[in-house]
């Protein structure tokens, strides 16, 4: 198995930072990619980073020079930085193992004055 688990999630103001962890099961993990999505409210579900098991990074435009993926194979977690946050970040925030096809209950992330 391979069981991924969100945390990190609240409300924040505009401009401010938050750190989501995810938290990996199974010995799989270090030959996985790692992708953190999102959904926001009536939207579908997208991508917003992705890291593979080298630390090789990609990131959504949106995204970009704001947040940073970050993973430690030895405690098997890999978290997202988020700061500069915005409006339009408000969602609920999933971590996906993608080579086993897992996915976590997500975390929700509001950012609002």
């Known amino acids: 198995q391979a069981e991924v688990v969100e945390s990190g999630g609240g409300l924040v103001q505009p401009g401010g930072s938050l750190r989501l962890s995810c938290a990996a099961s199974g010995d799989i993990f270090t030959i996985s990619n790692i992708g953190w999505y999102r959904q926001g409210p009536g939207k579908q579900r997208e991508l917003v980073a992705r890291?593979?098991?080298?630390?090789?990074?990609n990131y959504s435009e949106f995204v970009k020079g704001r947040f940073t993926i970050s993973r430690d194979n030895a405690k098997k977690t890999v978290d997202l930085q988020m700061n500069s946050l915005k409006p339009d970040d408000t969602a609920v925030y999933y971590c996906?193992?993608?080579?086993?096809?897992?996915w976590g209950q997500g975390t929700q992330v509001t950012v609002s004055s």
């Open positions: 890291i593979t098991p080298e630390g090789r990074t």
């Open positions: 996906s193992n993608e080579l086993w096809g897992s």
